[in-house]
Nanobody, 127 residues
Framework: QVQLVESGGGLVQAGGSRRLSCVAS????????MAWFRQAPGKEREFVAA????????TYTDSVKGRFTISRQNAINTVFLQMNSLKSEDTALYYC????????????????????WGHGTQVTVSS
């Protein structure tokens, strides 16, 4: 059974930093592209960042470029999201997800490519 468990959320002041972690089990982690999505109150879930398997190349949504960094450590089945210079608009429930191994770069932002999801960790940024 595949499980993705996020941690690291909480309350942070605007301009601050937070590091999210997601530990995966039940799958060969190194084969799966991994991503973070988020859902703010009253809004649809949106893509935040993804990291591939072959070259570890990251992809980011424009609103977080230069502030967020996604990384992975295959040895411990974990993907991270380092969030700096946080803004109130970053407030959301952050989800970790694993994409199908066949997912190519042009599909990396597509939610339907992701078969496994965590339950989310809440990040609240106070202004």
């Amino acid at each position: 059974q595949v499980q993705l468990v996020e941690s690291g959320g909480g309350l942070v002041q605007a301009g601050g930093s937070r590091r999210l972690s997601c530990v995966a089990s039940g799958l060969t982690f190194s084969r799966y592209p991994m991503a973070w999505f988020r859902q703010a109150p009253g809004k649809e879930r949106e893509f935040v960042a993804a990291i591939r398997t072959t070259d570890g190349r990251p992809t980011y949504t424009d609103s977080v470029k230069g502030r967020f960094t996604i990384s992975r450590q295959n040895a411990i089945n974990t993907v991270f999201l380092q969030m700096n210079s946080l803004k109130s608009e970053d407030t959301a429930l952050y989800y970790c997800a694993a994409a199908r191994p066949s997912t190519i770069l042009s599909q990396i932002r597509v939610e339907l490519r992701y078969d496994y999801w965590g339950h989310g960790t809440q990040v609240t940024v106070s202004s």
